[in-house]
Nanobody
Framework: QVQLVESGGGLVQAGGSLRLSCAAS????????MGWFRQAPGKEREFVAA????????IYANSVKGRFTISRDNAKNTVYLQMNSLKPEDTAVYYC????????????????WGQGTQVTVSS
């Protein structure tokens, strides 16, 4: 099994920045993708960003493109989400996800999920 633990959430004013981290432990793998999703109150979970194993390929939701940056450090089994120019509509629980299969995609599935970290952006 793979365990994912997110950290770095909190309360920030609009226009501010936060950096989320997601550390993987357990039976970590040497390939595959990692991603971030979010779920706002009363809404369905939505895709935010994903990154390939090498870190050379990334994809983003249109709503965060140009403001958020996903990166990973495979030596630390950690993926990051740098969030800049935050808006109140970014308020949500942010989830980290991982899958050992390759192939970025907006609609692909992930085998492993973290418990989430709350991000609240005040106006």
């Amino acid at each position: 099994q793979v365990q994912l633990v997110e950290s770095g959430g909190g309360l920030v004013q609009a226009g501010g920045s936060l950096r989320l981290s997601c550390a993987a432990s357990g039976r970590t793998f040497s390939s595959g993708i990692m991603g971030w999703f979010r779920q706002a109150p009363g809404k369905e979970r939505e895709f935010v960003a994903a990154i390939s194993w090498s870190g050379g390929s990334t994809i983003y939701a249109n709503s965060v493109k140009g403001r958020f940056t996903i990166s990973r450090d495979n030596a630390k089994n950690t993926v990051y989400l740098q969030m800049n120019s935050l808006k109140p509509e970014d308020t949500a629980v942010y989830y980290c996800a991982a899958d050992k299969s390759d192939g970025l995609g907006y609609l692909r599935s992930y085998a492993y999920w973290g418990q989430g970290t709350q991000v609240t952006v005040s106006s």
